[in-house]
């Protein structure tokens, strides 16, 4: 899933709502790249103006951390211990992007070589976030509407994954395991925390095998999830239908891949 982070903000603009001008990223929302230490390597993103007037944009880094409370920390570049936005540079900084075109933009990643040796998985972010016609920051002033009024911003962010050759690997742990009726309505829905303590990230097929009190398999599901980032967590839930109130035991396992596989078992009440 894309990255899309949209926010109302003050600015000059007409009485009547205004419409939010869009650059999206149309290139993958997650790079990723196994690479080792000295190394260089580059890579583009496609910047998209879908609307019928030029677009002004500005593209900016961050860091990137998110947790199962569904919290999401776009950070200073740089800050985080894991963060890959030294690491890398990109061309241009700003772009005024023609009606209905796509312009690229360029970017260069060199992995350090020499001093504490890289071990796992580093990444940051590249942001694209359209400025408004009319707003300090545009280069497209003229004829600006001085009325006061909202205006919606939208950001979109790929994010650029360096995986240190094979150094590393997840370390998965399972918190907060319990069932409850779903927000939809009566069915019932297994939620858990999970959290990456390793030093690699990678993408976990996550399955589940429910069993009542009887020893009896109720019900079993599986979801492949996203990049889980060192440092990082999610939260899995998985849909279980309708369920008679009692005890049950979980069976939870997460396949990182190779012989990374991660399992717990576990004791619920509906």
Sequence with gaps: MRLSLACLIATLCGVSPC????????????????????????????LRNSTTQPQDARIYQTDYMFYADGRNIFGVAGSVPRSNARWLTFTP??????????????????????????????????MVETVAPGSPESVQ?????????LRTTTRYGTQIVTHVATTGRMELAFANVAVAPSRAGSDATLSLDVTNAGDRGARARMSLELYDSAGQLVAKREQQRGLLYPGTSLRQEFKLGTLRTGAYKAMVLADAGGDEIFAGEFDVRY
């Design 93 to 126: 900084d700003y772009v005024t992007v023609p009606a209905g075109q796509t312009i690229p933009v360029q970017y260069s990643v060199t992995v350090p070589k020499g001093g504490s040796p890289l071990v796992g998985t580093f990444w940051s972010m590249l």
């Design 141 to 149: 002033k003229a004829g600006a509407d001085p009325r006061l009024g």
């Design 19 to 46: 419409v939010s001008a869009q650059v999206v990223i149309i290139s993958e929302a997650v790079v990723e790249r196994r690479a080792d230490p000295g190394e260089i390597y580059t890579g583009v993103i496609q």
